[in-house]
């Protein structure tokens, strides 16, 4: 595990890891920046700023992959919470029908009712296995391959491999049964 510490040796806060690691997080919000569509999101930079607002009042991380794991979830949140916005601020919105695989929504501009629904299977589905969950954030939502992905949940490629294919098919049922 990649622990880190700061110069004094305590365990860093939110402001030195985002300096740290602002590359890496401009591209997992560039990767779903370009994947949501630019008119329907917003910026990368926005992106990791509201990631930020969110991570910035813990102290304490115990490692870069926490870390990206913990940015993860809160660039899926802000991606949903932007959906639902946009969303509300439409007159009749029509539902739509999302029977696709996850991988097929991962490459498509997905709509706002998709994304929504998503996040509505992914809390279900964190209720149910947080793991499962957490690899749809690692995978899909901050776009890591299996490699990056076992890293940040400390467990194997193979196990991820088997997670995101258990995690898939629950979300892909939720959500054609919606």
Known sequence: MDRITGPDGKLPV?????????AELRAIAR???FRAGSP?????????????????SREGWDSQSQFL????????HI???????????????????FTQQLDSLAAAVPEDADVIRLGDALKLLSQVDANLAQVVDCRFFAGMD??????????????????????RAWIHHEMATA
């Open 14 to 22: 939110a402001d030195e890891l985002i300096e740290g690691l602002y």
């Open 31 to 33: 990767r779903e920046h």
């Open 40 to 56: 329907q999101t917003l910026q990368p930079t926005a992106l990791i700023n509201e990631a930020y607002m969110k991570l910035r």
């Open 69 to 76: 794991g913990c940015a993860a979830t809160a660039i899926r």
């Open 79 to 97: 991606l949903i919470d932007a959906a639902r916005a946009r969303l509300a601020s439409k007159r009749n919105a029509p539902t739509y029908s």
């Open 146 to 167: 299996e490699r990056e992905t076992a890293a940040v949940l400390g467990v194997s490629d193979r196990t991820v491999r088997r997670w995101w294919v258990q995690a």
